[in-house]
């Protein structure tokens, strides 16, 4: 049976595994489910259709599936689905779909929010990224796998960051962050490739190499985005080994609703 605190209220029609800690002071409503191992540390409050996974750890004042910062929310049954083993910390906010997108509010596995981290309606955050205190994700905005984001930052609404990516502190990001690159400022411009995240992370010399090249078309030649595009295609064969990087690089540019940053 789970342990929950006797000053916290948990609605009897709540799904929570048998070792599911809840800490003191903590509101968990009728239409949530926590897996196995997660621990609310205190003042967390959690409700709307909610499905939170295994391990995480939520700290104090953290409000998980809120309703939607939304004029147009008129209390429609949407959804928020967190994955396994996050950390979310104080006073993070991570409020539940809309339906007018698919209704739903995905955060996936393995991600450090860092205090008062704010994840809007809509959005679909990935794997093992870094967003840290004070950034605000406003509603539809995508976040792939490994991204960091920078403290006190601001991402615009529908806007897309790419795997590997590095937002700066203080930043505004108005436009797609491709993946790869390192950007700050407001509005948020590009500054380099990810270089150092890349090879901790155990990317080759020669993938390293393909997207210096990659980066130099598409930022430093003076080419517009489909020229660029087309040249980069053809680093394939010179970096075959970079060649899968090169396509999703190549992939998340040529499909940029919003563009990108330049």
Avoid at 38 to 62: C, D, F, P, Q
Wanted: proline share 4%; hydrophobic share 40%; net charge negative.
């Amino acid at each position: 049976m789970a342990n929950i605190h006797p000053s916290a209220v948990v609605h009897p029609d709540a799904v929570l595994a048998d070792d599911v800690d809840v800490g003191p002071f903590c509101l968990i409503g009728p239409k949530v489910k926590i897996g196995a191992g997660t621990r609310l540390k205190s003042h967390v409050v959690i409700e709307g259709r909610t499905t939170i996974g295994a391990g995480n750890v939520v700290y104090a004042g953290a409000s998980i599936g809120c309703d939607p910062q939304d004029k147009k929310y008129a209390g429609e049954d949407t959804e928020l689905f967190v994955g396994d083993n996050n950390v979310i910390r104080e006073n993070c906010t991570l409020s539940i779909g809309t339906v007018q997108d698919h209704g739903v509010t995905r955060v996936g596995s393995n991600n450090l929010l860092m205090a008062n981290v704010h994840v809007a309606h809509d959005c679909q955050v990935g794997d093992n990224i870094i967003i840290a205190n004070n950034v605000a994700l406003a509603g539809h905005v995508h976040v792939e796998d490994w991204a960091i984001i920078g403290g006190n930052s601001g991402v615009h609404q529908f806007v897309r960051i790419g795997q590997h990516s590095m937002i700066g502190g203080c930043s505004c990001a108005l436009r797609d962050v491709p993946p790869f690159v390192i950007c700050s400022g407001n509005p948020a411009a590009p500054h380099g490739l990810n270089s150092v995240g890349l090879r901790r992370f155990g990317y080759t010399s020669e993938q390293v190499r393909g997207l210096h090249q990659a980066y130099r078309l598409l930022y430093r030649e003076g080419l517009i985005v489909k020229e660029a595009l087309e040249k980069i295609e053809a680093l394939k064969a010179e970096f075959a080994e970079a060649a899968p990087l090169l396509d999703a690089f190549t992939g998340f540019v040529g499909n940029s609703p919003r563009g990108i940053i330049r």
